[in-house]
């Protein structure tokens, strides 16, 4: 089972219906924290996985697209995971498969994960109105953050990685 923590913000949103009790497991792959924010007069939610701090940013997001969220989610997940070169299309299944059911649940409060998600909500506002990023599209932005260093996670101050690197081991280990 894999938890997605919701930020406040995220919670209020989507209202007490989507948030059942469940019991406290994690998944060996990460679960995910989530976040609303706004850019544009359009509401974005931005995910990020708790042990690679690998994002993926859904634009545009509506409330009724949370009726399918699994779908939703996962069809993004894949799609931005090939475009990085973490999985192939013959791994869709099985990365999928790493990750589901999927839960929302209330704010875990990991200060790592919620300040991994402003700096990279930073960087996406940041690169929107940067001119070399017009005519961009999400994918490029996603994969850009992903492929940024961060040093959340890290055991040492001097320690960074990318996003883009560790989930690609992360998901090339068995649990």
């Not at 919670?11 to 060996?28: C, I, M, Y």
């Not at 990365?95 to 994960?113: G, H, M, W």
């Not at 850009?144 to 992360?170: C, E, F, K, V």
Request: hydrophobic residues 35%; aromatic residues 16%.
């Amino acid at each position: 089972m894999t938890k997605i923590y919701c930020s406040h913000k995220l919670k209020d949103f989507l209202g007490q219906k989507f948030f059942a009790t469940t019991e406290d497991s994690s998944n060996p792959y990460g679960d995910w924290n989530a976040h609303l924010f706004y850019y544009g007069g359009r509401k974005n939610v931005i995910l990020v996985n708790n042990k690679s701090y690998y994002s993926v940013f859904l634009t545009d997001i509506k409330k009724a697209d949370f009726k399918d969220f699994s779908t939703l989610f996962f069809n993004r997940l894949t799609e931005q995971l090939q475009y990085d070169k973490v999985i192939g299309p013959a791994d869709v299944l099985i990365t999928i498969q790493k990750y589901t059911p999927l839960v929302f649940a209330r704010t875990n409060n990991d200060k790592k994960t919620i300040g991994t998600i402003n700096d990279f909500v930073f960087q996406y506002e940041v690169r929107k109105e940067h001119p070399y990023w017009f005519n961009k599209n999400l994918l490029e932005y996603n994969s850009s953050i992903n492929d940024s260093l961060t040093g959340a996670g890290r055991t040492s101050t001097s320690d960074y990685g990318r996003p883009i690197l560790d989930m690609q081991n992360l998901l090339n280990t068995s649990p």
